[in-house]
């Protein structure tokens, strides 16, 4: 099957989060079926690096009009792993050290889906299903169905969008339909929800098939508390709704592959492997006083919807006993500056306000527990991650982090959950994971599973494989 994947982002090109994680995950997976001629089409960044840029070439350039505005772009590409990635360049609108948060990020991105199809079109390059992900490429699910939907040729690709978080969505006045998406106002009413156009609406409508990154998410998104304001689109388009969890990439997450982590080790020895990652992490963090204590290390975004306010409404009683925290992330003003409070006051906590790939790889690897209790988690990665180490997770059962984490003391569990968005609940449940860290066999048996946990993309690939093979 030819397939192209159209993204605002990928590893290790330019990327933000999840997304560009599974869309330099996923493409992979189904390359390595020889049957199938990947791609994957995504913004040049100026934020590219170099290593990159020097293995592209120049594969067309294009020229075309949207609304009132002349335009165009050079494509460039290179191949990796199989899967051939191109790359939209135009310094006007990708030239600016970042890749969202812009002004004109409506614009910016609607230029990006409509090159997309222009280059469909003025290369005669069509695949039989176009992949589209997030608000940021919805246009290019939506364009097919309006501004070229006269186009026979456009008209014989299936379409698949992806919805990676909800709460994105990429809402507009009506005023943008002409002005800056080019669409005609006959097609108001696709895009149209609550006074305003909505994106991410209009390509659930526009789209032959639509997924979330999790079973359990895409039940969820059925009821207005997970919908932002979408739900009974939603629930309209129920009969082509489908959820498949993402995977991780065992080829960066895995510690017998080393790379970023002190000492490598297996599921054969990750006892004595986690103990002297662990020494070496505490040492660097100057808690070597605490080397006999379960280390918790929790690893996020800090946002209220990641369940940052119930740790900080805990945390200080949870400091009381025989443990170590670890807290590595951005986010929020408020909790940085709780957080770096809290570290003057308590000896045994560290607030690493800062994101970095490598310390975050230290941490999966050193710590015995990892607290993931957020309010809504569309997929999550990172409790797959902490399994990956041998690290057992504590989340809220919720989305993703429902389908993917069985509770102790179910036989296939892999670490802990927990229902109810309550703090107490939840230093509930790090009390029961402290209580069995001391039943060592116990312990042994549960991380153990947590290694064994199968998250790879493989299995996420054939889903893939299955929805793309219903709509040809």
Same mark, same amino acid.
């Given at each position: 099957m030819?397939?192209?994947?159209?993204?605002?982002?990928?590893?290790?090109?330019?990327?933000?989060?999840?997304?560009?994680?599974?869309?330099?995950?996923?493409?992979?997976?189904l390359a390595e079926?020889?049957?199938?001629?990947? $791609? =994957?089409i995504m *913004?040049y960044?100026n934020?590219?690096?170099?290593?990159?840029?020097?293995?592209? #070439?120049? %594969?067309a350039? !294009?020229?075309?009009?949207?609304?009132?505005r002349?335009?165009g772009?050079?494509?460039?590409?290179?191949?990796?792993?199989?899967?051939?990635y191109?790359?939209?360049?135009?310094?006007?609108?990708?030239?600016?050290?970042?890749?969202?948060?812009?002004?004109?990020?409506?614009?910016?991105?609607?230029?990006?889906?409509?090159?997309?199809?222009?280059?469909?079109?003025?290369?005669?390059n069509?695949?039989?299903?176009?992949?589209?992900?997030?608000?940021?490429?919805?246009? $290019? =699910?939506i364009? *097919?169905?309006?501004?070229?939907?006269?186009?026979e040729k456009l008209s014989?690709? #299936?379409? %698949?969008?992806t !919805?990676?978080?909800i709460?994105?969505?990429?809402k507009?006045?009506?005023?943008?339909?002409?002005?800056?998406f080019?669409?005609d106002?006959?097609?108001?009413?696709?895009?149209e929800?609550?006074?305003?156009?909505n994106?991410?609406k209009?390509?659930?409508?526009?789209?032959d098939?639509?997924?979330?990154?999790?079973?359990?998410?895409?039940?969820e998104?059925?009821?207005?508390?997970?919908?932002f304001g979408?739900?009974?689109?939603?629930?309209?388009?129920?009969h082509k709704?489908?959820?498949v969890?993402?995977?991780?990439?065992?080829?960066y997450?895995?510690?017998?592959?080393g790379g970023?982590?002190?000492?490598?080790y297996?599921?054969?020895?990750?006892?004595?492997?986690?103990?002297?990652?662990?020494l070496?992490l505490?040492?660097?963090l100057?808690?070597?006083?605490?080397a006999?204590r379960?280390?918790?290390?929790?690893?996020?975004?800090?946002?209220?919807?990641?369940g940052?306010?119930?740790?900080?409404?805990?945390?200080?009683?949870?400091?009381?006993?025989?443990?170590?925290v670890?807290v590595?992330?951005?986010?929020e003003?408020?909790?940085?500056?709780a957080?770096?409070?809290?570290?003057?006051r308590?000896?045994?906590l560290?607030?690493?306000?800062?994101?970095n790939?490598?310390?975050?790889?230290?941490?999966y690897?050193?710590?015995?527990?990892?607290?993931?209790?957020s309010?809504?988690e569309?997929?999550?990665?990172?409790q797959?991650?902490?399994?990956?180490?041998?690290?057992?997770p504590?989340?809220?059962?919720?989305?993703?982090?429902?389908?993917?984490?069985?509770?102790y003391?179910?036989?296939?569990?892999?670490?802990?959950?927990f229902?109810?968005?309550?703090?107490h609940?939840?230093l509930?449940?790090?009390?029961?994971?402290?209580?069995?860290?001391?039943?060592?066999?116990?312990w042994?048996?549960l991380?153990?599973r947590?290694?064994k946990?199968?998250?790879t993309?493989?299995?996420?690939?054939?889903?893939?494989?299955?929805i793309?093979?219903?709509?040809?």
């Amino acid at each position: 099957m030819k397939l192209l994947f159209v993204t605002s982002e990928a590893n290790p090109y330019a990327a933000s989060g999840g997304l560009g994680d599974v869309m330099g995950a996923l493409p992979a997976a189904l390359a390595e079926n020889s049957d199938n001629e990947v $791609s =994957v089409i995504m *913004p040049y960044y100026n934020t590219v690096s170099e290593t990159y840029r020097s293995k592209m #070439k120049k %594969v067309a350039d !294009i020229s075309f009009k949207l609304s009132w505005r002349s335009t165009g772009a050079s494509i460039f590409s290179l191949v990796d792993r199989g899967v051939t990635y191109y790359f939209i360049e135009n310094h006007r609108y990708f030239s600016r050290g970042r890749l969202y948060g812009e002004y004109d990020d409506g614009e910016r991105f609607a230029f990006f889906s409509a090159a997309v199809v222009e280059f469909m079109i003025q290369t005669g390059n069509y695949p039989d299903v176009l992949h589209a992900n997030d608000w940021q490429s919805a246009l $290019s =699910v939506i364009y *097919p169905k309006t501004r070229y939907k006269d186009n026979e040729k456009l008209s014989e690709v #299936k379409t %698949v969008f992806t !919805i990676h978080n909800i709460e994105y969505q990429g809402k507009y006045g009506k005023d943008a339909l002409g002005d800056l998406f080019g669409i005609d106002d006959e097609f108001c009413g696709i895009l149209e929800q609550d006074g305003c156009l909505n994106l991410l609406k209009g390509a659930v409508i526009c789209a032959d098939q639509v997924t979330t990154v999790s079973p359990n998410y895409a039940n969820e998104l059925k009821y207005p508390f997970f919908a932002f304001g979408l739900s009974e689109v939603i629930k309209s388009q129920e009969h082509k709704l489908t959820g498949v969890i993402n995977g991780i990439d065992y080829s960066y997450f895995s510690p017998d592959k080393g790379g970023d982590i002190d000492f490598s080790y297996n599921k054969f020895s990750r006892k004595a492997g986690k103990k002297k990652n662990k020494l070496a992490l505490l040492a660097d963090l100057g808690l070597s006083e605490f080397a006999d204590r379960p280390l918790i290390v929790m690893i996020t975004r800090l946002a209220k919807g990641k369940g940052v306010d119930l740790v900080l409404h805990v945390i200080e009683e949870l400091l009381s006993k025989d443990v170590t925290v670890v807290v590595l992330g951005t986010g929020e003003k408020e909790y940085e500056l709780a957080f770096s409070a809290l570290e003057t006051r308590y000896k045994n906590l560290r607030a690493l306000i800062t994101f970095n790939r490598v310390i975050s790889k230290k941490l999966y690897a050193s710590a015995d527990i990892f607290l993931m209790p957020s309010k809504s988690e569309p997929c999550g990665l990172a409790q797959m991650i902490s399994c990956s180490y041998a690290t057992v997770p504590i989340v809220r059962a919720v989305g993703g982090l429902y389908d993917s984490i069985k509770s102790y003391p179910a036989s296939d569990s892999n670490g802990f959950t927990f229902d109810n968005y309550n703090a107490h609940d939840f230093l509930f449940k790090i009390y029961e994971a402290l209580e069995l860290y001391k039943n060592t066999a116990e312990w042994d048996k549960l991380t153990l599973r947590a290694i064994k946990s199968d998250f790879t993309w493989n299995k996420s690939a054939s889903k893939y494989m299955e929805i793309y093979s219903k709509i040809q």
